[in-house]
């Protein structure tokens, strides 16, 4: 089975600060992994996924992660923020073979401020 | 533009009283799911279509129940609601590969409340 931690609850930052939002997994298998984002009262976004090949994903609205085998980490990073960043942010994996389950995070709130 | 619909955004029910949630989509897609989101958590997986197939969750209770009449809509039928069902429902579709990996596309969500 596997598990996602966001150790982080809310990180609140700054307009044009940079961020970092930290995520962890465990798995047996191998897996890909994903962050989704989740504007107040709508559904979820996909931002970015690492499948394979390089470690360093980027994905829409100047977001990256990073891919880290060895400390089983995926983190999400932004070099300046801006307001409409605020929302909601889930790591996710699944495992890369069979039913691919998202297993979701318990979510990072980003709050940003002028 | 093509996108998953999720109707309606918010619902009211009372205790015990059968509720329908639908969703539809004109992505094509061969996998719908549906997910159970309480307030300040994780969405939660409670089955999911593939094709006509249907796969539930082990840990989802059994007044639960979902339908799949074609390719286009999904339904989700709560049929005795209890107070803790109050929680935002998500549809989501994705196109299932043999290399995996596929993006699950997320309606907006049905905010269900049982008085």
């Known amino acids: 089975a596997q598990s996602v931690t966001q150790l982080d609850s809310q990180v609140p930052v700054f307009e044009e600060a940079p961020v970092e939002l930290r995520c962890n997994y465990s798995s047996s298998v191998s897996v890909y992994l994903f962050w989704y984002v989740q504007y107040p009262n709508q559904g979820l976004q996909l931002l970015l996924k690492y499948l394979s090949g390089s470690t360093l994903v980027k994905g829409i609205n100047g977001f990256e992660a990073e891919f880290n085998k060895s400390q089983t980490s995926f983190h999400l990073r932004k070099p300046s923020v801006h307001i409409s960043d605020t929302a909601e942010y889930f790591c996710?994996?699944?495992?890369?073979?069979?039913?691919?389950?998202?297993?979701f995070g318990t979510g990072t709130r980003l709050l940003v401020s002028p | 533009d093509a996108m998953v619909i999720q109707n309606p955004r918010y619902q009211v029910t009372q205790f015990g009283k059968p509720v329908t949630l639908s969703c539809s989509q004109t992505?094509?897609?061969?996998?719908m799911y549906w997910y159970q989101q309480k307030s300040s958590q994780a969405p939660k997986l409670l089955f999911h279509?593939?094709?006509?197939?249907?796969?539930n969750e082990a840990d989802t209770p059994d007044n639960f129940q979902s339908r799949r009449p074609n390719t286009s809509f999904c339904f989700l039928d709560i049929r005795s609601p209890g107070l803790g069902d109050a929680a935002m429902y998500l549809c989501?579709?994705?196109?299932?590969?043999?290399?995996?990996?596929?993006?699950?596309?997320f309606g907006p969500g049905t905010r269900l409340l049982v008085l």
């Open positions: 996710a994996v699944t495992p890369d073979t069979g039913f691919q389950k998202l297993v």
């Open positions: 989501a579709t994705s196109s299932r590969t043999s290399g995996g990996g596929e993006t699950q596309y």
């Open positions: 992505l094509n897609h061969n996998v």
């Open positions: 279509y593939y094709d006509k197939d249907f796969n």
